[in-house]
């Protein structure tokens, strides 16, 4: 088991409340739409990321940044399974093209989301949560990485690159009406060995 360097640590439910606006801002349009076409009919649309995020808290996939008492940056991350998401029953259209990419990669790990609070920005959390990640996917054995990012992130897209991923296949972005600009989703991976 590898361990979770400072100033990260392990998520806790209480954290639900810091992550949220995390998990929104990886993919923003797309999140908030997505969590209001799967959420219960009487279930509210952040009450359905709230089960999301302490699902992937209760797997142990989720490590924050603490700096100062604040949550300062977010990872979750993950080998890739046959169900990704535990707490999507169906797949809904604006994920059909996500779980297309994903068949592409069974086995290897999976970062589902990274970001940093906008005050916390340019201390290098993000670089540091994905050193992690790799590590983390070594420790596993797993012998690649891989994300998803939309097509209009170009700081994303950069900022991966530079860090040895590649764009290995691409899919249409089905937004369902979302409030983006986006038109493809793009898989990234990078080997590990």
């Known amino acids: ?19 949220l606006p995390l998990a929104i801002s990886t993919v923003p349009g797309f999140v908030e739409t ?34 100062e008492g604040q949550v300062a940056a977010m990872l979750v991350s993950f080998p890739i399974a046959d169900k990704p998401n535990p707490c999507v029953q169906e797949p809904d259209a604006m994920l059909v093209p996500v779980t297309r990419l994903y068949a592409r990669v069974p086995g290897i790990w999976y970062i589902h989301g990274i970001a940093t609070a906008p005050a916390f ?20 054995n797993v012998e690649e990485i891989c994300l998803l990012v939309v097509d209009t992130n ?3 897209i950069q900022f991966y690159k ?4 590649d764009i290995t296949a691409s899919e249409d972005f089905v937004g369902c009406g979302a409030n983006t600009a ?12």
Not at 1 to 19: G, S, V, W
Request: hydrophobic letters at 40%; proline letters at 5%.
């Open 162 to 165: 530079n860090r040895g991923f």
């Open 121 to 140: 920005q340019g201390r290098g959390l993000s670089s540091k949560l994905m050193t992690y990640a790799e590590a983390k996917a070594r420790s596993a």
């Open 34 to 67: 997505l969590w209001s076409r799967l959420s219960g009919p009487e279930e509210r649309p952040e009450a359905f990321g709230r089960r999301v995020q302490k699902a992937f808290i209760d797997a142990g996939n989720t490590v924050v940044a603490d700096i």
């Open 1 to 19: 088991m590898i361990q979770i360097p400072p100033p990260f640590r392990a998520a806790k439910t209480e954290d639900i409340d810091c992550i």
């Open 154 to 156: 170009l700081n994303a």
């Open 182 to 193: 986006a038109t493809q989703w793009l898989l990234m991976s990078k080997s590990l060995t």
